[in-house]
């Protein structure tokens, strides 16, 4: 959801109302699709306009219409910066204004990834047009892409009913994985921990962005076996969290060492290629809410493979 595209455009409560309305029909299209509309957990405080703010036009909805836009805006979401890929310190532009830390940065930031990401837009606002450009400067770098945005429910679900479908089973992330990352090892037990768990499709979400990372830093060496200077970002961004990661800690981290003591068994797994041999994997990828994990081979080197061994709930819970 779009945040900056609300720009004080709204003087009174009645073309907000019809605007909310929009974006309601937009978010209702993308759940028959199987998408969600993530949004910021600070856009119940926008400004409308120049006496009005979000809060207060809330209370001229109907109850039907208010109780949805709150339960969206306060308690389910889902919310973007629980999935954030960029961090405080990227730089991220749109037509001259920094836009770091905003749901176009957010987006921008992860189709210059790798990722589908699209935008949803107020309407009116200055933002019914697309694709909306955004530029990424990265070591005095600049580098450009588009982000498609969509204001109305009609042409999005044209749109949808050609697009590929979404991952609605863990038995859909499987099949997406192997064939997606070729720079990853997936054991053939790698995703049975997920039998019998409920599907969830926001960890479902975040489990195919910690494989398509790991992906490309594996991708991220030169003919020495060097790191590039990609992987080095990926590094700092993902393996060590000094880089963003909205206040959180690293996407990416080695179990404790109480950990390693505690779960010893748990975080060995058989080595998919070397018969009667193990691997020790506590190096993981994380997922917050729930707490599911990928664990993998570490060091990541150029010539060797890169196992995944297991994909599933957190195995160190206590």
């Known amino acids: 959801m779009n945040d900056q595209s609300l720009h004080g455009q709204f003087h009174e409560a009645a073309s907000f109302r019809e605007a909310v309305g929009a974006v309601m029909r937009i978010k209702a299209t993308l759940q028959r699709f199987g998408r969600s509309l993530h949004c910021h957990r600070n856009l119940l405080h926008a400004q409308l306009g120049p006496e009005l703010n979000l809060q207060s036009a809330v209370q001229t909805l109907s109850m039907e219409e208010r ?119 997936l054991c053939d037990r790698a995703f049975e921990p997920l039998v019998g768990h409920p599907f969830v499709q926001s960890a479902a979400t975040r489990l195919v962005v910690v494989l398509e990372i790991l992906d490309r830093f594996h991708q991220c060496f030169d003919a020495e076996g060097k790191r590039t200077s990609e992987g080095d970002e990926i590094y700092q961004q993902f393996f060590t969290g000094k880089k963003g990661g909205g206040g959180r800690g690293a996407m990416f981290s080695d179990s404790s060492g109480s950990e390693k003591a505690e779960f010893a068994a748990e975080l060995k797994f058989p080595h998919p290629e070397s018969a009667g041999e193990s691997l020790v994997c506590p190096w993981h990828g994380k997922v917050q809410t729930p707490p599911y994990r990928v664990h993998f081979s570490y060091p990541i080197r150029a010539e060797q493979s890169l196992y995944v061994v297991y994909v599933g709930p957190k195995i160190t819970r206590r």
Do not use: K
Not at 104 to 125: D, K, M, Q, W, Y
Not at 131 to 152: G, K, L, M, Y
């Open 67 to 185: 109780s949805a836009l709150m339960q969206w805006l306060t308690r389910h979401g889902p919310f973007w910066e629980d999935l954030r890929m960029h961090g405080a310190d990227d730089y991220l532009e749109y037509q001259g204004e920094i836009v770091t830390d905003t749901a176009i940065g957010e987006a921008a930031f992860a189709v210059l990834n790798g990722l589908a990401r699209h935008l949803v837009s107020f309407t009116p606002s200055n933002f019914c047009f697309s694709p909306v450009p955004v530029e990424c400067v990265a070591d005095s770098v600049r580098s450009t892409t588009q982000v498609e945005n969509h204001w109305d429910a009609g042409p999005l679900e044209g749109f949808l009913r050609g697009a590929p479908p979404p991952i609605s089973s863990w038995s859909d992330l499987e099949a997406v994985s192997r064939a997606r990352f070729n720079s990853l090892t």
